[in-house]
């Protein structure tokens, strides 16, 4: 039993003093470290993005919607992105619609939060919908409000 906590003790302090070595030799340079975030894939040209979400009606929370959309946008630079596209939408009855769609990304990095317009119609009714979301690498989460 003594021979295991010596030996505990003896680890500790060998860590403890290999850790603040680390620390001095890290403290001690004077060179200007800068981070280097990686860029996105986003680049100049036509996009194809397929969509599928889940939600429910935001007062009565009664029924789960289904929706599923089909993007075609031309992708201007890292940020800008105008298209079209149509979607379907299962809650009950099946809707389908048509839309215009306008995303801004706020940075040219892997991780990138975004807004995301859709205006168009959705059997015969005005279609609404405004999103606020974060794209990681490939794939995008969001929360959107839709009329």
């Not at 295991?4 to 001690?28: D, E, F, G, K, P």
């Not at 969509?51 to 599923?68: C, K, M, P, W």
């Amino acid at each position: 039993m003594k021979k295991t906590r010596l030996l505990i003790l003896t680890l500790a302090i060998i860590a403890s003093a290999s850790v603040s070595m680390a620390q001095t030799l890290v403290t001690s340079t004077q060179a200007s470290t800068t981070v280097i975030l990686p860029k996105s894939d986003r680049v100049k040209g036509l996009v194809i993005r397929p969509e599928v979400g889940v939600g429910t009606e935001l007062l009565s929370f009664n029924r789960i919607i289904l929706d599923a959309n089909g993007i075609v946008a031309y992708q201007f630079n890292p940020y800008i992105a105008v298209g079209g596209g149509v979607g379907l939408e299962v809650f009950g009855d099946v809707w389908t619609s048509w839309f215009g769609n306008f995303r801004v990304y706020f940075s040219d990095t892997y991780v990138s939060p975004y807004i995301d317009l859709k205006l168009g119609s959705q059997s015969k009714d005005f279609m609404g919908s405004a999103m606020l979301g974060i794209q990681c690498k490939c794939f995008d989460y969001g929360a959107s409000l839709s009329t």
